[in-house]
């Protein structure tokens, strides 16, 4: 199968700072890729659809200005989580579109905001 | 808006003995059904799935069933083992190609 790696897998930081996490599809171009929060014992909540080129679609209750994407090229978006709070603590996890109904799943990120 | 809706949450089985998951989706225009299971602290892998054109899928233990009249899909596992213990979540994919899924079912075999 394809393969979506995200770095990086785990960071702890202070309140208030921001942190970027990286999700990369390594042996194909994905126009999409989705960004996904998961609290412990939940399931996964998808936060915002990332489109190369173009704004990301959030999903309603997700604050665009405190979770910033960009999809610049085929091969990569981002996701900053801004001015982070101790709430905003989860297990987040990208995937990546190589076809319809064929999405491939990063590792996750690990965020702990002290 | 979407929804997917699984029960149960948790099941305990007996190793050997058939485990169910249900799920029940709400939006008439999806039209494909995986299954993941996840593992603490990884990312969801995908063990089945069903198309809209199907009404049954079957890989060796695990076999999924889909009735898109009453908008209901189930896994099932038989002969279950030690390692089939993780959490189970089922996901339709709405018109936007997005994933939803349901809330998971922490499923554990007791040996």
């Known amino acids: 199968g394809a393969v979506v790696s995200q770095h990086p897998s785990w960071v702890i930081c202070k309140s208030g700072t921001s942190v970027k996490i990286e999700c990369r599809s390594l042996?194909?171009?994905?126009?999409?890729m989705f960004w996904y929060r998961q609290f412990p014992k939940q399931s996964l909540m998808l936060m915002a659809t990332s489109n190369e080129g173009s704004k990301a679609t959030y999903e309603q209750g997700v604050e665009k200005d405190k979770f910033l994407i960009n999809h610049a090229s085929l091969t990569l978006s981002t996701l900053t989580v801004t001015s982070a709070h101790p709430e905003d603590s989860s297990f987040y996890i990208c995937?990546?579109?190589?076809?319809?109904?064929?999405?491939?799943f990063g590792p996750g990120t690990r965020l702990t905001v002290l | 808006g979407e929804n997917v809706e699984q029960h149960p949450s948790t099941l305990s089985v007996q190793e050997g003995d058939s485990a169910v998951i249900k799920c029940t989706y709400s939006d008439s225009a999806s039209n494909y059904f995986p299954w993941y299971k996840q593992e603490l602290g990884k990312r969801p892998q995908l063990i089945i799935d069903?198309?809209?054109?199907?009404g049954e899928k079957k890989d060796q233990r695990i076999a999924v069933t889909l009735n898109k009249t009453a908008k209901h899909f189930s896994l099932h596992i038989t002969e279950t083992q030690p390692e089939d213990s993780a959490v189970y979540f089922c996901?339709?994919?709405?018109?936007?190609?997005?994933?939803?899924f349901g809330s998971g079912t922490r499923l554990s075999i007791r040996p």
């Open positions: 042996d194909f171009q994905a126009t999409t």
């Open positions: 069903i198309r809209s054109n199907v």
């Open positions: 995937s990546a579109r190589r076809r319809e109904n064929e999405q491939f």
């Open positions: 996901a339709a994919y709405s018109s936007a190609s997005k994933i939803i």
